[in-house]
């Protein structure tokens, strides 16, 4: 053989956002959420959305220092290690600053993933899409997320049309 026939392959795996149809979401707490349909958060759909007042200027929702977020059931364990998240590209205002995220697998006892939570950095007044967020890895069923931080203005409402959860 002189080497001209030299071949090699080498795999590569592509681990694309999870499949997302199958997720239940639910809000917590379940008062004060006006636009909820949940599904919109996962429906690939930029234009639908949720919207999520803030505590402070909600009269109907829960006091401020109460948990605000949302839940979802993935449908079986994941072992995830980023998120992506799309505000309503249409509101320049109110946006989430800082999330917690915890996970479960029997959707009663959550254990924090990232403990100081994740701060989110972007350009006031710009059009948002927080891409590919690091996670600690974790391997959960359901995954709580909460709005620790937002931008104090003049907005009463976060409003959010796309989460994705994924492994790279």
């Not at 006031?124 to 620790?148: G, N």
Request: negative net charge.
């Amino acid at each position: 053989m002189d080497g001209t026939n030299i071949s090699a392959s080498c795999p590569v795996t592509v681990s694309p956002d999870f499949y997302r149809k199958e997720w239940q979401m639910e809000v917590t707490p379940k008062t004060g959420f006006t636009g909820a349909d949940f599904p919109n958060l996962i429906d690939d759909d930029i234009t639908s959305f949720i919207s999520i007042p803030k505590p402070v200027r909600h009269t109907d929702g829960p006091p401020e220092g109460v948990p605000w977020g949302f839940i979802i059931d993935l449908g079986a364990s994941k072992t995830f290690n980023y998120f992506r998240l799309s505000h309503r590209n249409d509101q320049l205002g109110l946006r989430v600053r800082k999330l917690s995220f915890s996970g479960s697998n029997d959707g009663e006892n959550y254990t924090p993933i990232d403990p100081q939570g994740i701060s989110i950095q972007y350009e006031p007044q710009s059009f948002l899409t927080i891409d590919d967020q690091p996670l600690a890895e974790s391997t959960y069923r359901y995954v709580k997320i909460i709005f620790d931080e937002w931008d104090k203005d003049n907005n009463s409402v976060i409003q959010i049309t796309e989460f994705y959860l994924g492994r790279k």
